[in-house]
């Protein structure tokens, strides 16, 4: 009888972790998802961003909620200057939200604390 109880609360813990932790993953739209929320095109909204950066060059593109809004957000490099320019532009809106220079550390910052966050999501 004991052995039934111990197995019956085992389950039971492993199900309760399963509950728990699918919220996390069901909150993770797809791309294709996020995508299909835009308003506005990867596009246009490279056009705002690349106004805002004359001859810059973008290093990284992506689709993401930040904020609660659904953003476009790029690093823009420019030659002859370190770091990058933060854009993040409205997906909804085509507005521009947030610009930031970010130095070189500061980006791998971000980096590793993004692919932080994807682990955990995993």
Same mark, same amino acid.
């Given at each position: 009888?004991?052995?039934?109880?111990?197995?019956?609360?085992?389950? *039971?813990?492993?199900?309760?972790?399963?509950?728990? !932790?699918a919220?996390?993953?069901?909150?993770?739209?797809?791309?294709?998802?996020?995508r299909?929320?835009?308003?506005?095109?990867?596009?246009?909204?490279?056009?705002?961003?690349?106004?805002?950066?004359?001859?810059?060059?973008?290093?990284s593109?992506?689709?993401?909620?930040?904020?609660? %809004? *659904?953003?476009?957000?790029?690093?823009?490099?420019?030659?002859? !200057?370190?770091?990058? !320019?933060?854009?993040?532009?409205?997906?909804? !809106?085509? %507005?521009?939200?947030? *610009?930031?220079? +970010?130095?070189?550390?500061? +980006?791998?910052?971000?980096?590793?604390?993004?692919?932080?966050?994807g682990?955990?999501?995993?």
């Amino acid at each position: 009888m004991k052995t039934t109880f111990n197995n019956t609360a085992a389950v *039971l813990a492993i199900l309760a972790g399963i509950a728990l !932790t699918a919220p996390a993953f069901a909150a993770q739209p797809t791309d294709a998802e996020l995508r299909a929320q835009a308003k506005v095109s990867q596009d246009e909204a490279t056009a705002t961003a690349l106004a805002k950066v004359p001859q810059g060059t973008i290093k990284s593109v992506e689709l993401e909620k930040e904020q609660g %809004k *659904l953003v476009w957000s790029f690093d823009i490099a420019k030659a002859g !200057t370190k770091g990058v !320019t933060e854009i993040m532009v409205d997906a909804l !809106t085509g %507005k521009i939200v947030s *610009l930031k220079k +970010e130095t070189d550390a500061q +980006e791998a910052k971000e980096a590793q604390a993004e692919a932080k966050e994807g682990k955990a999501a995993r």
